[in-house]
C-alpha cells in the first residue's frame, strides 16, 4: 500500500510563510530606504538656507560678524531636538568658529555636499562652501525626525508583519486542510474495494478541478471494478459450463469401464479420461494466468511466505522423482528468505519450474536450485538448453518445447502461469542470456544449459 | 453414512446417489439452499455435501449459516469451480474438504470416509495402533512388530497420515494437500515417487506387503500383519 510520507499541502502552507516573510522584508527594506531619502532630501534643504543666511552675513558683516552668528545659533537648542553643526575654518585650516571637530572629507571649492560621521553614531547631511578664498564654512544638519520615524516604521512592519503572517498560515493552513480531505476522500476511494461508490455518492456537479478529479476517480474505479467482477463471474460461469459437461462425460466413460470392457477398448476409455483430465487443467491454468495477470499489483489476500522452506520442501519433494529420471537435484537455499505473497502460487511456481526441468533435461543431467535473499531464485540445468530461435516464445501460452518422451506431454501453459505468478508477486521470471557463467548463485555456474531466474522487477 | 448433498443438477445429484448407493451409505438430495438449511437444521447427517453455485443460495454462505447455526457436522463442497483459488475460498469458509469435479468416484468415497472419521475423532491420540503398526504421534516415531522404523520427518507425515485413515482409500490429492499442502497436481509423479520410499522403509526386512497400490485412485495401508 503506497501512502503519502509528506503531505504537498503542509509543504505548501510553508512556502506560502517563508513567501510572505521575504516579501515583508522586501517592503520594509524598500519603505526604509524611501524615508530616509526624503528625510535626507529635506536636511539639505534646510542645509542650503541656512548656507545661503551665513553667507548673506558674511558679505555685509565679515568675518567676525559671522564668527558670532555661528557661536549664536550653536547656543541655541531647537525645541524638535534637530540640531546644526558648522564649522568655520580659514586656509591654514584654523578653526575660526564652530563645534565641529575637524574639517570633514569635503571639498569647498566644489561646494561638495554629503553625509558625515558626527560621532560615532550619528549622521548628518552636510555641504561645504568657499565663502572667500582662505574661508570655508561647513554647515551639518541632523534631522530629528529619522531616528522615530524609523524606528515607528519598524514597529507597524513587526507587529503588521507578524498579523499577516499569522493570517496567512491560519488561511493557508483551512485551505490546505479543506483539500486535503477532498484529495483524502479520493485517495481513500482507491484504497479500499468498494471505494468507487464512496466517492461517487460524496460527489457533487463538479464545480473545480478537485471534483472533477474526483468524477473520474469514481468512473474509473467503477469500471475497474466492473471489470473485475465481470471477469469473475465470466471464468466462474465458463468453469462452471464447461467442468459440468465434462464431468458427466467422465461419469459415461466410468460406467463403461465399470462394465468390464475388453482391455483394448477400457485402454481408450481411460486415455480419454485422461484427455479429460487435461482439458480441465488447461481451463484451469488459462484462468489462473487471467487471475495473476489481473491481480497485478494487487497485495490484498498476501501474507508473509518463507520462501526457503517453501523451496527446500519442493525441493525434497522432487528429489525422489528426479533421482529415478536419472538426474541429480542439487539445491542451495539461503535460510529465512521471505515474500509477501500467496503461499499456494507461490508452490505452483516452483512446482511448475521444477516439472519443466524434469521434463526437458536428459537422464544423466543436473539440476540446480539456488535460492538468494532478494528473493532470487534460480534453477538452471545442464540440460540442451533453449535454442535461440525459441527464447522468445517459451514463455508463450501453448508454446510447447521438444521434450524426452511423449512429443507433447502437458498443457503448454507451466512457464506461462509461473511467468504469471513472478509478475503477481512484483517478481519477473527470465531466461538468462547467452552463457551460465554470468549466472548468479555458486551451483548455477558453469551449468551450460537453461537457467531460469526469478528476482524482483527493479 | 447418512449423507446430505445439496445440488441443483439433477444429473450431478444422481451419479453422486449412484457412487454412494454402490458404497452403501445413504443420501438425502435437496435441490435448494434454502431447504437444505431447514434438514440441516432438523436432522443430523454425518457429512454434508454442497454444490457451490445454487439457484438461491450459494454453497459459501451455506457453509457460513450452517456454522453460525452451531452444526458442526463436516463439510464436503464438491464443485465445478476447481481452481487453487476457489478451493482456498471453499476452505477458508469452514468448509473441511473441496472436491472439483469431474472426480473420480473412489476420490469422493475416501474424502467423505476420513472427513467422517476424523469427525468421529479416531485420529487425535498420542498414540496410533493399527495391525502391526505403531505411531507415536508426539515422540514423531515409527514401529513395526516393535522394530524402530527410520523414517525422515516428512515420511514421518506420510506414515502418520496413513495410520490416520488406516484400512482406508487415501488418494494422492488428499496425501498432497495434508502432507505437503499443495492443492493442485504436479505433472511430475512425487507422489507416487515418495510413497515408494516410504513402502521400502516400511516393508524392508518385513515378509507382508505393507501398502497397497488402489489402481487409479490411490493407496490403503494394510495392517502388515501374516
Not at chain 1, 488447461?282 to 501474507?303: C, F, H, Q, V
Not at chain 1, 508473509?304 to 525441493?315: E, I
Not at chain 2, 467423505?112 to 508426539?138: M, N, T
Request: proline residues 4%; glycine residues 8%.
Amino acid at each position: 500500500m503506497i501512502r503519502a510520507q509528506r503531505s504537498i499541502f503542509s509543504r505548501l502552507v510553508a512556502a506560502a510563510i517563508i513567501l510572505s516573510l521575504v516579501l515583508l522584508a522586501g517592503l520594509w527594506w524598500l519603505a526604509r530606504e524611501a524615508v530616509s531619502a526624503t528625510l535626507q532630501d529635506a536636511a539639505a534643504a534646510e542645509v542650503d538656507v541656512d548656507i545661503a543666511g551665513l553667507a548673506d552675513i558674511y558679505a555685509s558683516g565679515g568675518e567676525a560678524e559671522l564668527a558670532a552668528r555661528i557661536a549664536d545659533r550653536l547656543a541655541l537648542i531647537p525645541m524638535d531636538g534637530s540640531a546644526s553643526h558648522y564649522l568655520l575654518v580659514d586656509a591654514d585650516g584654523k578653526v575660526i568658529a564652530g563645534d565641529l571637530a575637524a574639517m570633514p572629507p569635503l571639498d569647498p571649492a566644489t561646494s561638495q555636499s554629503g553625509v558625515i560621521a558626527l560621532d560615532r553614531e550619528s549622521h548628518a547631511f552636510a555641504r561645504a562652501v568657499q565663502l572667500a578664498p582662505g574661508l570655508s564654512l561647513v554647515v551639518a544638519r541632523r534631522t530629528a525626525l529619522e531616528a522615530p520615524v524609523l524606528s515607528s516604521l519598524a514597529l507597524v512592519f513587526t507587529a503588521g508583519g507578524t498579523v499577516f503572517v499569522a493570517l496567512v498560515a491560519l488561511l493557508g493552513k483551512l485551505a490546505a486542510r479543506r483539500l486535503e480531505r477532498r484529495i483524502d476522500q479520493i485517495n481513500l476511494a482507491f484504497r479500499e474495494p468498494q471505494g468507487a461508490a464512496t466517492l461517487m455518492a460524496a460527489g457533487t456537479a463538479p464545480s473545480d478541478e478537485i471534483d472533477e478529479l474526483a468524477a473520474h476517480s469514481a468512473a474509473a474505479l467503477a469500471r475497474v471494478n466492473d471489470l473485475l467482477a465481470a471477469y469473475k463471474d465470466t471464468s466462474e460461469q465458463l468453469a462452471h459450463e464447461i467442468r459440468t459437461p465434462l464431468s458427466h462425460l467422465d461419469n459415461r466413460l466410468v460406467k463403461a469401464l465399470a462394465e468390464r470392457p475388453e482391455p483394448r477398448i477400457a485402454e481408450r476409455l481411460a486415455e480419454a479420461r485422461g484427455e479429460i483430465r487435461r482439458i480441465v487443467q488447461t481451463l484451469e491454468s488459462l484462468l489462473d494466468i487471467a487471475a495473476s495477470k489481473a491481480n497485478r499489483g494487487d497485495s490484498s489476500g498476501l501474507a508473509p511466505v518463507d520462501l526457503s522452506a517453501l523451496v527446500t520442501g519442493m525441493c525434497e519433494l522432487y528429489a525422489g522423482s528426479a533421482e529415478e529420471a536419472g538426474l541429480e537435484l542439487r539445491w542451495n537455499v539461503a535460510p529465512d528468505v521471505g515474500i509477501v505473497g500467496d503461499v499456494r502460487q507461490l508452490s505452483r511456481l516452483v512446482t511448475n519450474m521444477l516439472d519443466n526441468a524434469l521434463k526437458y533435461v536428459p537422464a544423466g543431467g543436473r539440476i540446480a536450485v539456488t535460492l538468494e535473499p532478494g528473493p532470487v531464485l534460480v534453477i538452471a540445468d545442464d540440460g540442451p538448453g533453449i535454442a535461440p530461435q525459441d527464447r522468445a516464445r517459451i514463455f508463450d501460452r501453448f508454446y510447447r518445447g521438444r521434450g524426452r518422451g511423449e512429443e507433447t506431454s502437458g498443457s503448454g501453459l507451466g512457464l506461462a502461469l509461473a511467468q504469471a505468478i513472478a509478475e503477481r508477486h512484483g517478481l519477473v521470471l527470465s531466461l538468462e542470456e547467452g552463457d551460465a557463467g554470468a549466472v548468479a548463485g555458486a551451483t548455477a555456474r558453469d551449468m551450460g544449459g537453461a537457467v531460469f531466474r526469478i528476482a524482483p522487477a527493479s | 453414512m447418512r449423507i446430505l448433498y445439496v445440488e441443483d443438477d439433477p444429473r450431478s445429484a444422481a451419479v453422486v446417489g449412484e457412487i454412494l448407493d454402490a458404497s452403501g451409505d445413504v443420501l438425502v438430495w435437496e435441490d435448494t439452499g434454502s431447504a437444505a438449511l431447514l434438514r440441516a437444521g432438523m436432522e443430523p447427517f454425518d457429512v454434508i455435501i454442497l454444490d457451490r453455485m445454487l439457484g438461491d443460495l450459494d454453497g459459501l454462505t451455506i457453509t457460513r449459516r450452517l456454522r453460525e447455526g452451531g452444526i458442526g457436522t463436516p463439510i464436503l463442497i464438491l464443485s465445478a469451480l476447481g481452481r487453487s483459488s476457489d478451493r482456498a475460498d471453499g476452505l477458508d469458509g469452514g468448509a473441511d474438504d473441496y472436491l472439483a469435479k469431474p472426480f473420480e468416484p473412489e476420490e469422493l468415497i475416501a474424502r467423505l470416509k476420513a472427513l467422517h472419521r476424523r469427525a468421529s475423532g479416531r485420529e487425535h491420540s498420542a498414540v496410533i495402533l493399527y495391525g502391526a503398526f505403531e505411531c507415536h504421534v508426539k515422540a514423531r516415531t515409527a514401529f513395526r512388530d516393535n522394530r524402530h522404523l527410520p523414517l525422515s520427518p516428512k515420511e514421518f507425515e506420510l506414515f502418520r497420515y496413513f495410520m490416520e485413515n488406516a484400512g482406508e482409500v487415501v488418494t494422492r490429492e488428499m496425501l498432497l494437500r495434508h502432507v505437503w499442502k499443495m492443492d493442485f497436481d504436479p505433472q511430475t509423479n512425487v507422489v507416487d515417487v515418495n510413497i515408494g520410499r516410504l513402502r521400502r522403509k516400511l516393508e524392508d526386512g518385513f515378509d507382508r506387503p505393507a501398502l497397497e497400490t488402489i489402481f487409479g485412485s490411490g493407496y490403503r495401508l494394510l495392517d502388515g500383519r501374516p
